[in-house]
């Protein structure tokens, strides 16, 4: 790899979707196995067409650490990561109890005794 152009760096991400280091390509060592956050498994590359994870931006001006958000489709198969994935379920979940709370008062408000 040419060094001189931009590059992206290897993020490390949980299942949970807590970045782990936007640099471990570069720094191998902040690599962990399992997230201290939460206990889930880590990954650096997607699971369907093992591109790397995108992390920290290699660019022409010095940027900082780099993302503090791991990307949320992969950049080479546009599969939903699975912390996206996870996200979308618990919003249909949400949804879900939201629309059973709202039923409840009906169900109760009919009559019982005839
Ligand atoms: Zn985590
Ligand atoms: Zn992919």
């Known amino acids: 790899m040419n060094r001189d152009e931009p590059w992206y760096d290897m993020a490390q991400v949980c299942l ?15 690599r962990k196995k399992i997230c201290p956050v939460c206990g889930e498994p880590t990954l650096t590359e997607c699971f369907i067409c093992s591109a790397p994870i995108r992390g920290h931006y290699h660019g022409w001006q010095a940027a900082g650490l780099g993302p503090t958000q791991p990307p949320a489709y992969c950049h080479e198969c546009g599969t939903p990561y699975p912390w996206t994935q996870r996200t979308i379920k618990t919003a249909q979940e949400r949804i879900k109890i939201h629309k059973t709370r709202r039923l ?11």
Not at 105 to 111: A, L
């Open 104 to 114: 409840v008062p009906r169900e109760t408000g009919k009559p019982s005794a005839l």
């Open 16 to 30: 949970n979707g807590h970045l782990i280091t936007a640099l471990a390509q570069t720094n191998p060592r902040l």
